[in-house]
């Protein structure tokens, strides 16, 4: 009973994943993109190692953790066997796990203050490696959420690319749950495009065909996957 219990989850994990690449294929194609430009991040907090490794048996690739203590249970093992595995930190990183951090993710999405660009820089140097970095902005200005305010990305680019030379390559947004999204992901769009920045990390499981048309690199997807957490 159990054993079949399990079959199903797995069937239907499967069965998720490949609706949803071609959901992602066929959007693209409408927004004018070619139909495996957009990335598809499965989202793995409160999920197994073994439901992690349901979809990389069907060969995918691009993951994302939101806390460090958890991904590094879940993900050291999961790396050796899987080693093109790409992990990336979506979730706040506090300076006291950035060395974790750094040895085990390969992108940090949510790169937002000074003293964290100081921290991963400090490391950068300990360690001679840092992991590709987004920045991530507040663009709905919300008092509880992480992020740079959209005001104060000019210094804070200014302080991590120019002065400390982190490697930071996109931005990344969580729009405001009450509002309009597509106005968030142009908005970050526009923001990006005036610093020069190629990569856009925008789009959950509610709203990622409109981050899709508006040029998000990848959606980060976890409940359409699998399941409620
Ligand atoms: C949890 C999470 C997601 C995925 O959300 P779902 O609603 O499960 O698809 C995407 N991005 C971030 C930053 C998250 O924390």
Known sequence: MIENKEKLKKFQIIKNLSALYETISSVSLKAGRPSNEVGLMAVTKFHSAEEVKIVL?????????????????????????YPDARLHLIGPLQTNKVRQAISLFDVIETLDRARLARALHKEQQNMGRCPDLYIQVNTGEEPQKAGVH???????????????????????C???????????????????????????????????????KLGTSHVRIGTSIFGNR
């Open 57 to 81: 048996e069907q060969g995918h690739r691009l993951f994302g953790e939101n806390r460090v203590q958890e991904a590094e249970q879940k993900y050291s093992l999961l790396k050796q066997d």
């Open 150 to 172: 959209p005001g104060e990305l000019d210094e804070l680019l200014k302080l991590s690319r120019t002065e400390l030379k982190l490697p930071v390559k996109g931005l990344m």
């Open 174 to 212: 969580i729009p405001p749950a009450d509002d309009e999204p597509a106005l968030h992901f142009g908005f970050l769009a526009t923001l990006a495009r005036r610093h020069k920045l190629k990569t856009l990390s925008m789009g959950m499981s509610a709203d990622f065909e409109a981050a899709i």
